[in-house]
């Protein structure tokens, strides 16, 4: 039998279409619980103390080559940006194909590099808007060094925060893909922003942000330049996006002025996220245009936040539609609280 | 810099590209370990004590009604299937479409149902194949008595073992989940069997089968009438597939002759991860076609196991290109030591 309802009023399990890509995710209300018991309980915390760690003084750990340094007036450096000393993709060597009988590869070659800002224990939660502004600095700066290499067609910048959300070093940093093909996800959504283009003449992402601007529900924050919204279809619990108000495609064209609005917008949302669920464990990353070559002018760039809430299991890996357990009115409800 | 290679032949970063759905994957040598090196230190294992258990007595644990039961000659059960009294979908009511200004939604109605075996601690790697084949026996029982109800499109049916892998009791059981849309992911494998078929005339599935059946370095366990094998884009480490030999898009068709192969080849395979990885955490799970009422002549039913190995982290989120450090070649290898 299904959960006993309390009452014929009450909600039942919900699916919510993802109005760019057409996927589709459960809220599962049959299951809810109370915006405070998302607070996960911590199994393991990363190793905090600064003695050992590896980016406070990184040439001592073996890294040999800063690509970018930012540096305060007395000399002292702010924030550097170095290849990974362990990269998933190997630096700069044209990509080789490889394959076997009807199967196809290429060497993974590309760029892998950090992006370690200088305090040991400020993450994005806890440092000043400039601070955030001067990381997105470096996003930017790196990824116009980047993107125009040889055989370069997509850069996926992102920051993970905790043991669970994947991070192996307390001391918070970025990383930067650079890599030769399109990210399969971020070709669903420049796939599905066309499509609505063509359907109803306007940015898909313009239309949410229109939609839920007036709505009210799910807007956690704004400002001048950028909205934070909780997503219709949410795939976990806390989910937040933070897009500029006006449309771009691309992140890389972004103004000093912009920048400092996306950072007070992060401060703000990851604030209250690290407020609300006493310092969760995320995964945050950027989704701007392939940088192929090819114009993308519907897309839409942003920055989307995952909260480590849940474990995706058996029917997410098997299906692609994640179960949350919270409906993003309710999440955003509570998250304003601390905003 | 790139991490240091020792010499010039050493193997460098590949991205592999799924032949069914085009995306990629990360095979990061650069970063390899030795296949033992992936014995996963579990930071919290399930409570596997048999007190408490609710899965020993459901009727005790509020479960009121079983929608399959199997026995043994004296009346004893051995396996029962029973709604989820958490039901992340709720039951059999025809879906209402739900929906909010650009956005559509619909009520999340449809099965979740738990198939639970008698063995409290017998989990795939220890059962006896027929007890595996009496779990088959009950996916298709289900199967076949829910595919016909009305608006359901897609069943998924789906096994979680360990903590990580989310389950959330140590008692084996198997989830079935009846929905009202298809799953995106089976979507995206049915299309690019559909576009194989037509450029190639050949299943995508039977022509994979057919090169690691003569490359030998991925097939990890085969009989009469099916093959494991390592994909050879495995999105993590120590994946396995577990495909028919003989070309079939139905699940529900599987005979009482192929369904013992197949509780074999699980026994073997399961058997196999659970002795090279000291018994990781793993998700399982089905795909088979949709039962929406069209046909789905090209597709090619199959279980996945997902080994928890390590975290998907910004970069497979953001992407959806997964990155594993072994190659499913030396996985293979280190499973058939063991299977």
Known sequence: MALEKKNENEEYS???QDLVTGDWVVIATGRSKRPEDFVVKKEASLESSIEGCPFENPEASGQKEDVLVYKKGDGEWTLRVFPNLYPAIDRGRRPKPLGEGPYFGMTGT????????????????????????????AYQDRYINIMNKK???????IHNHGRSAGASLFHPHSQIFAIPVISPYVQLEISGAQQYKKSNKKCVYCTMIEHDREEKT???????????????ASRSAFEMWILPKFHSPYFERITNKQKLSIAWA???????????LENPDYNMYLHTAPCDGNDYPHFHWHFEV?????????????????????????ATKRLREFV
Not at 319 to 326: L, P, R, Y
Request: charged share 25%; with cysteine.
């Open 14 to 16: 919900q699916l919510r």
């Open 110 to 137: 590309g760029y892998h590099e950090l992006v370690v800002s200088r305090d040991h224990d400020k993450h994005f939660a806890l440092m000043d808007a400039t601070h955030i502004a001067e990381v997105l600095d």
């Open 151 to 157: 055989s370069i067609r997509y850069i996926s910048i």
């Open 218 to 232: 799910r807007v956690i924050f704004e400002n001048d330049d950028c909205i934070v919204i909780a997503p219709y």
């Open 266 to 276: 992060l401060k703000r949302a990851l604030g209250a996220l690290y407020s609300a």
């Open 306 to 330: 995952l909260p480590k809430t849940s474990i995706w299991a058996g029917f997410e890996l098997s299906t692609g539609i994640e179960v949350s357990t919270i409906e993003p009115e309710i």
